[in-house]
């Protein structure tokens, strides 16, 4: 993912005070005084939460916040709480209604804090009395302040608590058992919002079909029952079926340190009226929401995960200049249902063996208008501008904030189809963008795709009081990660989530289930998935797999889950829980995206500075580009050796235990012990449990990554040799194949590096094969601006713009990899004992390698069978500009022939490659990937 476009937030009001206040008691706001001996030079500010609140009887405190030479034995702590705010200083003391002594534990936190919480390993335990712990879930309603005072009284710290753990401690166990949002029973709608530190919660509802903007006073107020877990219940008559609604909650605001009250959506809501602005009551078991297409398409059943191939795919762009789409229906859900030219392309891959359809985020976000008015379009004639000019995004920007394009990772809520994908701002309002989302996975069903639905449960848009927080104004300070200083945490660009916390985990598994059961989708791609633990992802296994076909209408078992793996943050290191990250997932079935032969394949990594560092596709030591980053010819070999090993263990399935001669060293080397930027290349314990890819939304698109790194003089022709020879790595590996949409169409975003707001213009996709998009202007500064003096010369180059036979021979080129794929079970074997027992590249790292090639053999005879009509297969790769001749060691009498499907494909060249059978080697030409059979 990228970051989504910037939202305001409001920033919290400033608590800070340092020295002597004024004699008279007052606010602790920020009012700068002269410095004084009755306070220590420790840190008075309550817009802070450097305490932690485990639990009702502990609390934890940052042992570096002590003041200097003192030892916790000589300390004071106090909790102060006030119900309604409003806490006060006086001298060294906080004028609240309650104090409460806090006694430092010598023995420090017990070792089930320490691992529930192991952030937490450098904190002194403070033991609450029991007049406190008693009264915990009144105090939590209240302003908290917890102060330090050294062995002079004299006050050096005064901060707030974050509550998130003492929240779970007292409510989650049975919180955990309720179902929230909208229930149906006997047609009624009971409402639950789970909101423990809520002094008051009242229900606004406004009748079905009213305005949705109609005013508060208009509305029927509803008091919400309290109940013990934390939560709040209401339940309606039929008439509020399809209703409008908003929570009304009285809840202290830790910014403010006042009580404030907040009208809010439903964090559980599952449909919306236009731009989210109120809840609606629908019941997603409606026969009227249910399109015949989508009760009655079913999906292909897949054996194992590894039988997956994958197109991702932006729900506006498939259609959004589609000509043979309705233009209503361009850039909607309904797409999916005509016959346009994307359908038609999906379909032709399907025929091909693509099997899987996952679509960019579709769930509620805050980066689109809803109503298709206020929708903007760019004041410019864009095509009037030079293919290398700055004007085009220069005069996208002007609109980008409020056009009909962002790719969603923007989370509003997490339950609801997003409304701007709606046909019309009257069919996002309500239950309808339900019914139409239907549509959409109906018609992918009906053309023989899966769905995998992209999923953002890692943060919001959002917190504070800003207009599109949610979560943060239920209970605040609960819903998201914060740091030491109780400052929410961004590492993922935005408001990270904190699913280490029981409802937000909950939340995550709800949602997910939600879209699985009522949605009949068949897997989820989980976002910056290394921000969740191990435990929720396994979570999320456990509920989808308790979902059946009698009882739910799906086989949650046979639902894929894979996501982003990435290490890093807050997070980094297991510092908060065990991350669902590389290598951290075996056993799981959940698979990660494998970098390492992304990387290896298309040379450098996507932030280089200077972007023309080549790989194995992009001509590295054998059709130098000249520039520097790619180092002097000895380096070049060198790294070729290296990428040829990433790219070899990539092929296995990425497993850390798959051992095999190094191009490199020459030696048998595991896959763990291959290096990746001082990390374990091979991290898989099951080929499934990683995702192979060379280009995704994120990042320059491998056409264009190809335009950058090739030499400017490759030749068309090559230069789609060379996009075929880079998405066969995908198609032939053991992994998980994944293709970005359009890749096969030699799709270029203009350079643009992170297209996530570039609009419909950069992000074009066109399936008519007209136009792959290249030479549409310089991409947008934000992103791209320190590479245009490369790009620029690059775009102005007319013979960089394939022309439309160019795209269909792409296009055929690829169908053909996707054939060969699913042509034989020995691409896809599932298991790592099969792919150790099988699969070996037998010239690696022996005299018979050639420097830009690899041979792969898979051979049927070692192992149990699997494949009743082939006894093996050999697949040479060969990135060279020249014809090679490839030996493979062992293979010297043995007969096989080039596959009947490029013996019988669109490219002519791949034919003229031949085997040598008493030689055992292959001939093949240059740019070339050739895959040669052998019939039992």
């Known amino acids: 993912m990228k970051s989504p476009a910037p939202i305001a937030v409001l920033a919290a009001l400033s608590l800070t005070l340092t020295g002597t206040p004024t004699a008279a008691a007052g606010p602790l706001t920020a009012v700068a005084t002269a410095p004084a001996t009755s306070t220590t030079s420790g840190d008075i500010d309550l817009s802070t939460a450097k305490a932690v609140w485990v639990a009702p009887d502990l609390l934890a405190w940052p042992a570096k916040a002590l003041p200097a030479g003192h030892t916790p034995a000589k300390l004071t702590w106090r909790l102060h709480s006030s119900p309604r705010g409003g806490i006060t200083r006086t001298g060294n003391t906080l004028n609240a209604p309650a104090s409460y002594d806090l006694t430092w534990q010598k023995t420090g936190l017990p070792a089930s804090v320490l691992t529930t919480h192991p952030h937490l390993k450098d904190y002194l335990a403070l033991k609450a ?67 423990p530190t809520a002094h008051k919660v009242t229900l606004l509802t406004w009748p079905a079909g009213s305005a949705a903007d109609a005013p508060t006073a208009t509305a029927t107020r509803t008091a919400m029952t309290p109940d013990s877990d934390g939560s709040w219940a209401a339940r309606g008559p039929v008439s509020w079926k399809n209703a409008r609604y908003l929570y009304e909650i009285d809840v202290l605001d830790p910014a403010t340190g006042k009580i404030r009250t907040n009208q809010v959506t439903d964090p559980y809501s599952t449909a ?7 809840s609606v009551v629908v019941d997603l078991t409606d026969p009227a929401l249910a399109p015949a297409q989508w009760k009655q398409a079913r999906p292909p059943k897949l054996t194992r995960s590894v039988d997956q191939s994958i197109y991702e795919l932006h ?6 200049s589609d ?22 392309h999906l379909r032709a891959l399907a025929s091909a063996g693509l099997n899987t359809v996952h679509l960019l985020p579709s769930f509620d976000i805050t980066s689109v208008p809803e109503n298709k008015s206020a929708q903007q379009r760019p004041p410019c004639d864009l095509r009037s501008y030079p293919a290398d000019s700055e004007e085009q995004q220069r005069c996208l920007q002007k609109t980008a904030a409020k056009d009909a394009f962002n790719w969603g990772y923007d989370p509003y809520h997490f339950l609801a189809p997003e409304g701007s994908y709606a046909s019309s701002t009257q069919n996002a309002d309500g239950a309808q963008r339900i019914r139409e989302f239907r549509t959409m996975v109906g018609g992918l069903h009906a053309s023989g795709l899966r769905v995998v639905l992209d999923q953002v449960y890692n943060h919001t848009a959002a917190h504070g009081q800003a207009a599109p927080s949610v979560l943060d104004r239920v209970v605040p300070g609960y819903y998201h990660r914060l740091d030491a200083t109780g400052k929410i945490t961004t590492s993922t660009c935005c408001s990270n989530t904190a699913t280490e916390h029981a409802m937000m985990n909950k939340l995550m598994v709800d949602a997910t289930v939600s879209w699985a059961k009522h949605y009949k989708v068949d897997g989820f791609r989980f976002d910056l998935m290394g921000h969740h633990s191990v435990s929720t992802m396994k979570a999320v296994r456990t509920a989808l797999n308790r979902l059946t076909p009698a009882a739910d209408g799906i086989d949650g078992r046979a639902i894929t889950l894979y996501g982003e793996g990435w290490n890093f943050g807050e997070v980094a290191d297991n510092a908060r829980f065990v991350q669902a990250s590389q290598g951290q997932l075996g056993g799981t079935d959940i698979a990660t995206f494998n970098d390492r032969l992304r990387d290896a394949v298309r040379g450098g990594g996507p932030f280089d500075a200077d972007p023309r560092k080549q790989g194995f596709a992009t001509g590295l030591a054998d059709a130098p580009n000249g520039s520097p980053a790619n180092g002097d010819p000895a380096a070049q070999t060198a790294r070729l050796r290296h990428e040829t090993d990433l790219i070899q263990l990539g092929l296995a399935g990425n497993l850390r235990g798959y051992t095999f001669r190094s191009q490199a060293s020459g030696r048998p080397t595991a896959g763990a012990k291959i290096d990746y930027n001082g990390k374990p290349a091979g991290y898989a314990d099951q080929p499934g449990e990683t995702v192979t890819y060379v280009d995704a939304h994120d990042n320059e698109t491998l056409f264009d990554a190809l335009t950058l790194k090739l030499h400017p ?43 996530y707001n570039s609009g419909d213009w950069f992000n074009l996709l066109d399936f008519s094969m007209q136009d792959n998009g290249f030479g549409r202007g310089l991409p947008p500064a934000g992103d791209n601006k320190a590479k245009w003096p490369y790009q620029k010369p690059l775009l102005a180059d007319p013979r960089l713009k394939p022309a439309p036979q160019d795209i269909r021979a792409a296009a055929a080129a690829a169908q053909d990899l996707l054939r060969l794929r699913h042509s034989t079970p020995l691409f896809r074997l599932g298991s790592a004992d099969a ?31 699997v494949d009743p009509r082939l006894r093996g297969i050999v697949v040479v790769f060969n990135s060279t500009p020249a014809p090679v001749r490839q030996a493979v060691p062992g293979m010297a009498g043995q007969a096989a022939s080039l596959s009947p499907i490029q013996a019988a494909g669109t490219d002519p060249v791949v034919r003229k490659a031949t085997w040598d059978r008493a030689a055992g080697a292959a001939h093949v030409p240059a740019r070339t990937v050739a895959v040669f059979v052998q019939t039992r």
């Open 129 to 195: 009395p029991a007049a406190l712990a008693t009264q915990a879930g009144n105090i939590l309603k209240g302003q908290i302040a917890v102060t330090l005072h050294d062995d002079r009284s004299r006050l050096h710290t005064a901060t707030g608590a974050q509550v998130a753990p003492v929240l779970d401690t007292l409510y989650a166990r049975r919180a955990v058992q309720n179902s929230y949002g909208v229930t149906w029973s006997a047609g009624r709608p009971t409402l639950r919002l789970w909101a």
């Open 272 to 278: 919306l009226t236009p731009d989210s602005t109120r």
């Open 315 to 320: 729900i506006r762009d498939f259609s959004a």
């Open 323 to 344: 000509a043979k789409v309705p233009p209503n229906h361009r850039g909607t859900y309904l797409a999916f249902a005509d016959q346009g030219h994307g359908t038609r």
């Open 713 to 755: 003089a490759t030749t068309m022709s090559d230069r789609i040799r060379m996009n075929t020879l880079a998405l066969s790595t995908t198609a032939f590996s053991q992994g998980i194949s994944f293709w970005h949409a359009g890749a096969d169409l030699l799709r270029s975003k203009s350079l643009d590096r992170n297209s």
């Open 835 to 865: 792919v150790k027992a099988k699969l070996s590249f037998p010239a690696s790292g022996t005299a018979s390698a050639v420097p830009g090639v690899i041979a792969m053999r898979l051979d049927d005879t070692r192992g149990a069978p």
